[in-house]
C-alpha cells in the first residue's frame, strides 16, 4: 500500500486539474460516463481488466460511495462492491436504514489494479475525469469515502483514524470518511467504529443541506446587492 501523498494531490481545486478538461462536460448523463468507461483505453488497466464498473445506484443520491477500485468479484460482473466487503457494507446500509438504490456506489479506479494491488497515480489521474462527472452529475450531499486511500484523494493528508465519520467540507461536498469495509471484515472494533459512523451518515446529510439552503440564501441576498450595479444600466449610472 504506497502512501496517499503518492497519489496525485486532488485534494484542492487547482490539483484536481489533470490537464484532461476537455473530458470534463462531454458527458450529460450518468449513463453516459458509465458507456465511456466500459469502452475506456485510457489507462494500462484497460488491458487487464474483464470488465470496467462505471458505478451503479441511484441518479440522485444524497450520499455518493466511493472505494478504492474494483477486486475480482467486481471485475467478473462489472459491479462495485459485490464481493464480501460489498455485502458487509449492503448490511451496514441496512442499519441506518438505506438501500443500494438510495445511494450511488463506484470507485477511484474503474478497473481492477492485477492483483489488488494500489493503482498507480497515472491510472488515477487518467480515471480522475470520470469521477469528476460523476460528482457534477450526481451532485450527492455527501460523499461517503472508503478506507484511507479514497479519502486521501479529497483530503490528501488526513489519516483515517482521526477523520473517519468527521464531516468535512470539500468543494460545496460533505467528505464523509469511513473505514473500508473489508478492514471491517478482518476486526470486530473497526466493524462496530464503521457501523457506528454509517448511523450517523443522514446526519452528515442534513449538515450538507443547512449549508446549501444558508449558500442559496446568502446567494439572493448578495444578487440583490450586486445584481443591479452590474447589469441594470440606470441603477449602474446613478451609482457612478
Ligand atoms: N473494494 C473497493 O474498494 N471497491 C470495490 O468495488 C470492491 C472492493
Ligand atoms: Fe479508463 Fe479508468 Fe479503466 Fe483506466 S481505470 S482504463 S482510466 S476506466
Known amino acids: 500500500m504506497t502512501e496517499p501523498s503518492n497519489g496525485p494531490d486532488i485534494g484542492s481545486e487547482d490539483a484536481t486539474s489533470t490537464g484532461d478538461d476537455k473530458y470534463l462536460g462531454e458527458w450529460s448523463s450518468i449513463e453516459d460516463v458509465a458507456a465511456a468507461v466500459r469502452t475506456c483505453t485510457r489507462c494500462g488497466l484497460a488491458g487487464t481488466r474483464i470488465n470496467a464498473v462505471p458505478g451503479e445506484g441511484s441518479d440522485s443520491p444524497s450520499i455518493l460511495f466511493i472505494g478504492e477500485g474494483p477486486g475480482a468479484n467486481e471485475d467478473e460482473q462489472g459491479r462495485p462492491f459485490v464481493g464480501r466487503a460489498g455485502k458487509l457494507l449492503d448490511e451496514l446500509l441496512g442499519v441506518v436504514p438505506l438501500l443500494r438504490s438510495d445511494v450511488h456506489i463506484t470507485n477511484v479506479v474503474k478497473c481492477r489494479p492485477p492483483g489488488n494491488r494500489d493503482p498507480l497515480p497515472e491510472e488515477v489521474r487518467a480515471c480522475w475525469p470520470y469521477l469528476?462527472?460523476?460528482?457534477?452529475?450526481?451532485?450527492?450531499?455527501?460523499?461517503a469515502t472508503l478506507g484511507r486511500h479514497a479519502m486521501n484523494r479529497f483530503l490528501p493528508n488526513a489519516r483515517i483514524s482521526d477523520q473517519h465519520g468527521r464531516p468535512t467540507v470539500w468543494r460545496d461536498i460533505i467528505i464523509f470518511p469511513l473505514y473500508h469495509p473489508a478492514a471491517a471484515l478482518r476486526s470486530t472494533k473497526?466493524?462496530?467504529?464503521?457501523?457506528?459512523?454509517?448511523?450517523?451518515?443522514?446526519?452528515?446529510?442534513?449538515?450538507?443541506?443547512?449549508?446549501?439552503?444558508?449558500?442559496?440564501?446568502?446567494?439572493?441576498?448578495?444578487?440583490?446587492?450586486?445584481?443591479?450595479?452590474?447589469?441594470?444600466?440606470?441603477?449602474?449610472?446613478?451609482?457612478f
Open 132 to 143: 469528476e462527472a460523476q460528482i457534477g452529475l450526481l451532485k450527492p450531499h455527501v460523499i
Open 190 to 239: 473497526l466493524r462496530e467504529t464503521l457501523e457506528n459512523d454509517i448511523r450517523r451518515l443522514p446526519e452528515a446529510v442534513l449538515q450538507s443541506l443547512e449549508m446549501s439552503a444558508i449558500r442559496s440564501h446568502a446567494e439572493t441576498t448578495l444578487s440583490t446587492f450586486t445584481e443591479p450595479s452590474v447589469h441594470d444600466e440606470t441603477n449602474r449610472n446613478r451609482l
